[in-house]
C-alpha cells in the first residue's frame, strides 16, 4: 500500500551560507520523522511568494507546523515587544496551504504556530505574551515533558490518547489562544491556557505542545500522527 502523501509547512530564516546570509527552508527532522514513522510520506512545502491555485491537489493530508510568531495585524493588534520570528511571507503561504486544504476537506494537524494560525484565521486572536511565560517555554530538553493537560471527555483527542482525562506533554510557546476561532471547540487546557482545538466543521486537531519531539518515546504522543496519516489515507480514497 502507498503511504499517503503528508504536505508540511516550513520556516524561511535567514542562514549562514558559503553566499552569505540567504534566507533557507528549514523544518526539524522530528517533524518528518513523526510522519513517517506513522506511515506517511512527508513532502516539505518551502515558502512560495505566490502559491498557485491546486498546490494540495496530489496530497492527502497537511502539517502546520511551529515557529516563528504571526504577524499581529493578522488579528489587528500591533506587536508586543516579546513578539519574534514574525514572516509575513510564511504567513501568507500557511494561509493559502489552510485554505485549500479546508476547501478540500482534506485533514490537518497544526501544531504551535499551527493552531495559532488556525485559530487567527477563523476570527480569533492571541495572547501576545503569557503571564507565566516560564510553565510554559521549558529549559529541559524537548523530549521531557513539561506539565499536564486536562483533556475533554468525547474528543478526538481523548480517543488518541486512550481515553485519558490526563496527560503530559512538552511546552515551547510564549503565546496562547486567546479568543476563540468560530467553530473551534477546546479539547485540552493548562489551567487557563488552551493546549488543544478541534474543529466543529473540518477534520482538524491542533496542539499547542510539540509532539514531533515526543513520538519515538511516547504512544499517546506517537498516536496524534498515525491517527492523522490514518486520516490522511481515507482521505486519499475519496478523491
Not at 520556516?11 to 527552508?25: Q, S, Y
Not at 520523522?33 to 512545502?45: D, E, F, K, L, R
Not at 486567546?178 to 466543529?200: F, H, P, R, S, Y
Amino acid at each position: 500500500m502507498e503511504r499517503p502523501l503528508i504536505a508540511m509547512s516550513a520556516a524561511l530564516e535567514v542562514l549562514g551560507t558559503a553566499f552569505g546570509d540567504r534566507d533557507c527552508t528549514k523544518l526539524g527532522a522530528d517533524y518528518t520523522n513523526a510522519v513517517y514513522a506513522a506511515g506517511g510520506q512527508p513532502v516539505i512545502m518551502p515558502v512560495s511568494p505566490a502559491p498557485v491555485s491546486g498546490i494540495l491537489s496530489r496530497m492527502d493530508g497537511l502539517v502546520l507546523t511551529g515557529g516563528g510568531d504571526l504577524d499581529p495585524s493578522l488579528y489587528g493588534e500591533e506587536p508586543d515587544k516579546a513578539v519574534y520570528g514574525i514572516r509575513k511571507d510564511r504567513d501568507a503561504f500557511e494561509t493559502a496551504l489552510y485554505q485549500e486544504a479546508i476547501a478540500l476537506g482534506m485533514p490537518i494537524l497544526a501544531i504551535c504556530r499551527g493552531l495559532q494560525l488556525v485559530n487567527v484565521l477563523r476570527g480569533g486572536t492571541l495572547l501576545q505574551q503569557i503571564e507565566d511565560e516560564q510553565s510554559h517555554w521549558q529549559e529541559n530538553p524537548p523530549t521531557n515533558m513539561s506539565h499536564a493537560i486536562t483533556v475533554a471527555s468525547g474528543s478526538s483527542l481523548a480517543a488518541t490518547f486512550g481515553n485519558a482525562g490526563e496527560a503530559k506533554v512538552n511546552s515551547y510557546h510564549h503565546q496562547a489562544v486567546k479568543d476563540l476561532g468560530a467553530g473551534l471547540q477546546v479539547t485540552a487546557v493548562c489551567g487557563d491556557v488552551i493546549e488543544a482545538v478541534e474543529a466543529a466543521d473540518a477534520d482538524l486537531v491542533g496542539v499547542q505542545w510539540h509532539p514531533e519531539h515526543l513520538a519515538s518515546t511516547n504512544d499517546q504522543q506517537a498516536g496524534l500522527f498515525t491517527q492523522f496519516v490514518q486520516r490522511a489515507a481515507e482521505f486519499r480514497t475519496t478523491v
